[in-house]
């Protein structure tokens, strides 16, 4: 919720114009890679994405938070080219039932079975990298919110619901011109 | 080269259907991601892409070729997801050096200072994903034309010409059947 970790204004626009990511995961020294919808926090320089427990991608950043993302178009020129690079780690914010009536009146605490996340599911012998805070139910039913806000169809799918929290971001906008890059670090990292 | 490398047919078309990939590598336990402009070899399961030495991807996947790429549409239902994800390994076929003059007659020999990899270049501790196989000269200046008859725009750029050798695809498409997917994997792998 500080402004410290406010992200540059074009970064903050690519990624809110955006919705799919390339996540990417890491085991035993090899990478793997999955698509995700995801959604910005305002004011958190983090994403929300949701994911079913049994992708391998999900045991993987169980077992190893640390994750890597890109988003970009697809011109087909190179002068074209806009995209995000970004790394970050991950952590779980509770499980979403899915529903089967999606007509139904929405109400958070009935509609979805969240169980909230404890530190001990994230323990790794990797490194500190799992996120020692705990979030409340509240934080967790309103970023629930957040998503399922943008992806309704989140409700009928369900799945978990993971935050991103973002490290270093790189943008770049051959756009603006070739090979301009712009570097966001979250402070302390 | 041999039919067992050939890839499904809806594989193999989305993957000629698009020309931008995320691409994973990883060190340290931590993934790294960037986005490459691929072009697809025909029946050799392998995509072709080219990269600066200096770059951060280049550094991790010369340590350790183990890679993972994803290629996706961005539609706005989950009803109309299309896409690939894949792992594989690295190998370099060589530099191309930058033209300053693009017109110029196409000489691939006198245009292109290509430097044949050598294995030495990719011992690694990680495994023995290295690639064994030497590209003799011809081989990598036919594949450097398939990429630049494809990206005109390298020639002007320059970089190194990486190999990404396919093991493992799961194509998704859920405008086919929700949920529907399609794994490919190579043979001895």
Excluded at 34 to 62: G, K
Excluded at 69 to 86: D, F, K, M, S, T
Excluded at 128 to 134: M, V
Aim: aromatic letters at 10%.
């Amino acid at each position: 919720m500080s402004g410290a970790f406010e992200l540059p204004g074009p970064i903050a626009a690519f990624i809110a114009d955006h919705h799919v990511m390339a996540l990417a995961t890491t085991r035993n020294h090899r990478p793997y890679q999955c698509s995700v919808y995801y959604v910005p926090i305002p004011d958190e320089a983090a994403l929300l994405f949701m994911s079913a427990e049994q992708t391998r991608h999900v045991q993987e950043l169980r077992a190893n938070p640390h994750v890597a993302g890109a988003i970009h178009v697809e011109p087909e020129r190179v002068a074209n080219i806009q995209g995000v690079q970004l790394t970050g780690t991950v952590v779980c914010l509770g499980q979403l039932t899915a529903m089967e009536n999606s007509d139904s009146s929405f109400n958070m605490n009935s509609v979805f079975n969240i169980e909230v996340a404890t530190n001990s599911e994230y323990y790794s012998e990797i490194d500190s990298a799992f996120e020692q805070r705990t979030f409340n139910e509240t934080e967790a039913l309103e970023k629930a919110s957040l998503y399922l806000d943008r992806f309704p169809e989140g409700r009928r799918i369900g799945g978990s619901l993971f935050q991103l929290r973002l490290d270093w971001i790189k943008y770049t906008d051959n756009r603006i011109r070739f090979g301009f890059k712009q570097i966001w670090q979250r402070e302390g990292t």
